[in-house]
């Protein structure tokens, strides 16, 4: 009887490596699968910050140091929100992934647990819980956007010399082509803040599934045990009687 339990460890180790296996899978698609959902609608976050901008743009034409302030305070604030509201818009498509690798690591454990609930009931007379519970994990938090510097140099400290009207066109349309670079720019950390934080769920699954597994197999174990010394006096003194009957 301790044989036929205990020798699903070989198996243990099977169910392991298929959902390790699985995990690896998605894990290694992840980006691809985010960047394709974000970058999808870059043209449509562009088009819609480039309106808003042209209409924001007169408003801080007092003098070049303003329009740099007021543009690098209004384009961080824009993205922000407009990432903020694209990541919750892609969050079921982004994290389908990770919930699929859930359902496939719960599936697993449910039929190990199933067989495994069998052969004790049927070699002590004592079944296992025989429902798995859902594996949950920690899923992404909202991103983290960051806009650099408009200008590489100080070129704020000539607003005091330098008069706005020869230079506002110059200005609108650098600052219409950093709009661009900057989306770029902040899809891409969007999408490797997403690739980290799936891909450490999806590690969480597996380190979660290998622990059950491991607890289920000790649970068995002790429970071999504590069969094997509570029977032994029976089966010894059946043994004698046995023994004797023969004998007679």
């Known amino acids: 009887l301790k044989q036929q339990v205990i020798g699903e460890k070989e198996i243990v180790d099977e169910v392991k490596s298929a959902i390790r296996l699985v995990v690896q899978h998605a894990a290694a698609g992840t980006r691809s699968i985010v960047s394709h959902r974000l970058e999808t609608r870059q043209n449509d976050l562009e088009r819609a910050l480039l309106e808003a901008f042209e209409s924001e743009f007169p408003k801080w034409t007092k003098s070049l140091a303003s329009m740099l302030s007021r543009f690098e305070d209004w384009l961080a604030s824009a993205l922000c929100d407009r990432l903020t509201v694209l990541s919750i818009r892609e969050r079921s498509s982004i994290l389908a992934p990770l919930h699929k690798v859930r359902r496939q690591a719960f599936r697993a454990l449910q039929q ?5 609930s069998d052969r004790t009931m049927r070699a002590f007379g004592v079944p296992l819980r025989t429902t798995e519970t859902e594996i949950d994990v920690v899923e ?24 706005v009207w020869p230079i506002k066109g110059a200005v609108r349309r650098h600052f219409a082509r950093t709009i661009s670079y900057a989306i770029y720019l902040n899809l891409s950390r969007l999408s490797s803040q997403w690739e980290e934080s799936v891909n450490g769920a999806l590690w969480g699954v597996d380190k979660e599934a290998r622990r059950r597994l491991d607890e289920l197999l000790g649970t068995v174990e002790r429970l071999v045990e504590s069969g094997c010394n509570d029977r032994a006096p029976q089966l010894r003194a059946d043994l004698s009687r046995l023994e004797e009957a023969r004998k007679s």
């Open 112 to 116: 190990f647990r199933d067989r495994l």
């Open 140 to 163: 992404p938090h909202a991103p983290d956007i960051r806009v650099g510097r408009v200008f590489d140099r100080n070129w704020e400290i000539l607003s005091p010399i330098l008069p």
